[in-house]
């Protein structure tokens, strides 16, 4: 379990790191949709998107805990980790599936900053978050694998050396189980980009968030890049989505922390009809209502992070805390919008762009109708629906 004082020795430097990136350097990239380069590079630079790296490649060592403490942090000085949080969540798959070769191979390069692995090749435009029922294709051909389909909302894709591609190796009809016939890769993006095998168009949404779609036609990927056994990507890419959703949780849980300091502040300051506008009940506890549900969040997504670190399931635990600081996000965002009036819509007080990207989450990486059915069907045993 991490201790207290670590986690206050990461929440001091991400804290000295964000006050190297002020509010106008976000302003200026969300107006041009620009990728956040200059804040990644820090973020490389100063170990944090290694966290979950052994030191043994040149990582942190650190546990989920704690890389979770990073995210968490960021958000809450008005930074935005989206650009890289990928390359926390993938590591697992590679960590846990990966042979010691393939993890000599990327691991240190990854934690030096030679390579990014920001790219996560699952959804499709047809199946959505129905994994299982994905169409791209990887049809071994000798010594490599040949890949054709298309994925889409696969973010950072256009400022990644490598993507974590999940694609069927076995026809639906063919695996004597549903959850079979899907495998893990380490695709080379650069090398399948030279090759005028990998297409990738940038899809412009309502936050800058370097999202794309992506095309594979006959892309080679090498058999030695295939992670674990074939036919068992599915199973890996779980394991990964539940450390993804905590990490995820963590940077709502910023977005809560910041939306709530930013309101609380305003609305002592602000003075109307000769009292601070905080003094009215109508405003004041809509803000107190978003600090308690950020509070009870926050219990749950470090619960999940300190079970991880402990080797234990946490599939419970990691959706029900993203769920909750996804809504406490954006109870505290709704809430700071209503404190400032009109303000809230102009550019300069930065909550117009936070309240864009912190609503995203309730929708992906996975979305709360997703989630409250694994909670109904997995946890409370209760029937599929159909």
Not at 61 to 75: D, K, N, P, S, T
């Amino acid at each position: 379990m991490t201790r207290e004082a670590d986690l206050t020795a990461i929440q001091n430097s991400i804290l000295a790191l964000c006050r190297r990136f002020p509010a106008e350097y976000w302003r200026e990239l969300d107006r041009e949709r620009a990728y956040p380069t200059a804040f990644v590079q820090a973020i490389t630079q100063e170990g944090f998107l290694g966290a979950l790296i052994p030191e043994e490649y040149g990582g942190s060592g650190l546990g989920l805990r704690a890389a979770c403490a990073i995210l968490q942090e960021i958000h809450k000085n008005g930074c935005n980790a989206g650009a890289a949080h990928a390359q926390m969540y993938t590591m697992g798959t590679l960590l846990k599936h990966g042979s010691a070769a393939q993890k000599s191979q990327w691991l240190p390069k990854i934690a030096a900053g030679e390579l990014r692995l920001q790219a996560f090749g699952v959804t499709e435009p047809g199946s959505g978050s129905e994994t299982l029922a994905l169409s791209t294709t990887a049809v071994r051909d000798g010594d490599t694998y040949v890949v054709n389909g298309q994925k889409i909302w696969t973010s950072r894709a256009e400022h990644s050396d490598f993507m974590i591609l999940l694609a069927r190796t076995t026809p639906q009809e063919q695996v004597a189980r549903k959850g079979e016939g899907l495998s893990v890769f380490m695709l080379d993006m650069n090398a399948a980009r030279a090759a005028g095998t990998l297409t990738i168009r940038p899809i412009r949404t309502m936050m800058n968030h370097a999202t794309t779609e992506v095309f594979f036609d006959n892309v080679r990927v090498p058999a030695q890049n295939l992670i674990g056994q074939e036919g068992q990507g599915f199973r890996y890419i779980l394991d990964g989505m539940n450390a993804e959703r905590s990490l995820i949780g963590a940077e709502c849980l910023g977005d809560a922390e910041w939306f709530i300091d930013k309101a609380s502040k305003y609305v002592t300051d602000r003075k109307v009809f000769g009292r601070p506008l905080g003094a009215n009940q109508s405003i004041q506890f809509p803000i107190a209502r978003a600090y308690a549900q950020f509070r009870a969040a926050e219990l749950m997504v470090a619960q999940a992070g300190d079970r991880f670190d402990a080797g234990l399931q946490i599939g419970e635990e990691a959706n029900i805390g993203k769920m909750l600081a996804s809504e406490a996000a954006w109870a505290a965002a709704e809430a700071c919008v209503q404190a400032h009036g009109g303000f809230a819509f102009a550019e300069e007080f930065d909550i117009e762009r936070k309240f864009r990207e912190t609503r995203l989450y309730q929708v992906a990486p996975v979305s709360t109708n997703l989630i409250l059915a694994y909670i109904g069907q997995n946890v409370l045993g209760m029937p599929r629906s159909y």
